[in-house]
DNA sequence: TTGTACGCGTTATCAC
DNA sequence: GTGATAACGCGTACAA
């Protein structure tokens, strides 16, 4: 290894400085104010300076300041996120459109995770206000008071992403997750199905999945019908999850026909265990899921589930927050959900 | 909705400032040199004094202004990173780990896409040095000489990740692709294999795919072997890439024995394909992969592939730089890659 | 159209 | 142990 940074603590004497905005203007001989100018208002210079200006700037190799602009200006260019996770499915995705949208109107973004973890959450959210974020893209709704009053006091826009409540403070940007797990409950019993089990993810901590719960009690309480809570489960976000509570599922007295997952991989995991218990799939057991990863439609048995642009989440929740930041009109918005019909789920079987 | 927000483009005339280092000191009746000790260096302080300016802080709310820290300072407590995409796979699991590597000292994380463009991931770094960042974790190592030029000038360390060379100028962080590949294709040799076909990621800007497939044709040279050039492919990351590939290497004139796939999702795609045309795998077609996702393991027909810890490739890239930062002693780090076996490989058919 | 000069909120270097 | 004050690098009234 011959790295060109020296591996110890002191660096050598002749540390040249980096360049300043006074050093461009010194070799374009011009005023600083006239360089601050060409790269902010290029329209109010004369173009025989901006070019002059402009090769100056090449030729110092000048990288402007953030922190001194951000000074000045009380604006960084910078947009905080907080999601409970990065690496889950929807999230993943709307990280990847974010990101995206911001660059595309020159923010950057600033990421963070909070586990599912209130209090990891605000502290998080602390923490990106001190790097002066102009706005923050968070998760859900639900937040203590004092949470909601920090945030009002720094005077910094949010967004409650991932979520849809018309009435909210700060606009959401998300799909009605209730709406639309009773779309595919009513889907479900219109295809002759009474007898439910539902597999979701922990809901502590996690009003969207609460959310989808509730959704699916009050879709089928529409019906006259309901889960007892002993067909209720909750677990992790994996596939393992997803084959040990159909085992469990499928142990109940009363057998479902129709099992509902609250997301993607438990789904999965489902259908897989499903598939390995010989257990015929739709005939004898239809399977749903929530979220539309590729695998979702390339497994043996394609999933039923609720389809919802994660994508769109991720951008729109971006753009939002730019808008409140520049002034602009902005609203919340409802990420539109489709029910996506597939192999594993289908008619309920005769009794 | 009733924002509590002006949804309009000025703002009350009411606007109180916030609260400065200046106002905390006045209510603690401190110099403002003390309340920066506090907050700084608490040790130095007197214990009265300190808790009353503690007080004081809690009191007018105050939050340091980074934007100001950082002009002084010379330090931002950030780090970028620049990704090809934050959603796959084991991107987005090293991301996850980057975060709290980084937030377990402090440090803030700032991300970017390049999306497999060397031009826009060059712009991308251009941006996030312009916010200061403190350090950089960059993807793989081929880079163009400019761009070299330019972290060097402006002092931005920075570290190569998902490839290991030691030689590299700046530390590398991450698993040995060639090396790793070359280990699977041992193994598969040693099953009687000798009829190939492999279907890989595109290598163009991309040294980590490319790493891999060299291996690959390295490791069959050495055994007396090759692939010939029209049993290796090229697609994207996705499981129906997988799934048409296979199609197409099966039709190939002289049928390979074993398939290597570069990735995790092609591997998935090319093992549910070949359940869907009922090739018996792995008695008629081994199939292998690379990188170990939940999903590789809880198939019908789980996949052997070579396993690298990618959270690893996160901590670890973000704890090196942030040591490189630091002054501490620091130097890149071959992470561990290990082939496990399963299902979806045995031993070549009798000819 | 261009230049001067001050201020942004901290940190750090001095004296005290 | 504590306080005054000069940077830090840029944006921007205001003057020219």
Redesign the interface.
């Known amino acids: 290894?011959?790295?060109?940074?020296s591996?110890?603590?002191t660096s050598n004497a002749t540390t040249v400085p980096?360049a300043g905005l006074r050093d461009v203007a010194k070799m374009a001989g011009v005023s600083t104010a006239t360089v601050s100018r060409v790269v902010n208002q290029p329209d109010t210079v004369s173009d025989t300076l901006r070019k002059r200006v402009m090769d100056a700037i090449q030729v110092v190799?000048w990288?402007?300041?953030?922190?001194?602009r951000?000074?000045t200006s009380n604006r960084?260019?910078?947009i905080g996120a907080v999601l409970p996770?990065?690496?889950l499915g929807d999230f993943?995705?709307s990280?990847?459109a974010m990101?995206?949208a911001l660059?595309a109107r020159?923010y950057?973004?600033?990421?963070?995770?909070s586990n599912y973890d209130p209090a990891l959450e605000f502290s998080?959210v602390?923490?990106?206000?001190?790097?002066?974020v102009d706005g923050l893209i968070l998760v859900g709704r639900d937040r203590a008071p004092e949470y909601q009053s920090f945030l009002?006091?720094?005077?910094i826009?949010y967004i409650n992403s991932f979520i849809f409540e018309?009435?909210?403070?700060?606009?959401c940007v998300g799909p009605d997750n209730a709406a639309a797990m009773a779309s595919m409950v009513d889907y479900l019993v219109e295809q002759g199905h009474r007898r439910f089990a539902m597999i979701a993810q922990t809901t502590t901590s996690n009003d969207r999945a609460l959310a989808r719960r509730n959704g699916v009690r009050d879709a089928l309480a529409h019906h006259g019908l309901a889960i007892p809570p002993h067909a209720m489960f909750e677990g992790k976000w994996?596939?393992?999850e997803g084959?040990m509570l159909l085992n469990v599922a499928m142990a109940l007295e009363v057998r479902p026909t129709a099992l509902i997952c609250g997301n993607s991989?438990l789904a999965?995991?489902a259908l897989?265990q499903a598939?390995?218990n010989e257990i015929r799939v739709p005939d004898e057991l239809s399977i749903v899921g929530y979220d539309d990863v590729?695998?979702m439609s390339?497994?043996?048995i394609p999933i039923t589930t609720v389809r919802v642009a994660s994508e769109e989440v991720g951008r729109v929740s971006a753009d939002t927050v730019l808008d409140?930041i520049e002034?602009?009109?902005?609203?919340?918005t409802r990420i539109p959900y489709e029910i996506v019909v597939r192999a594993s789920s289908g008619p309920a079987p005769a009794t």
Chains 1, 2 share one sequence.
């Open positions: 290894m011959k790295p060109d940074m591996n110890q603590k980096r190799g990288v402007p300041n953030a922190a001194a951000a000074l960084t260019g910078t996770a990065l690496a993943a995705r990280i990847d990101q995206d660059a020159n950057v973004l600033l990421l963070a995770r998080q602390t923490k990106l206000a001190e790097r002066g009002s006091r720094l005077k826009p018309p009435e909210a403070t700060m606009p994996s596939i393992e084959r991989m999965v995991g897989l598939m390995e590729e695998l390339e497994l043996p409140m002034g602009k009109r902005w609203t919340g």
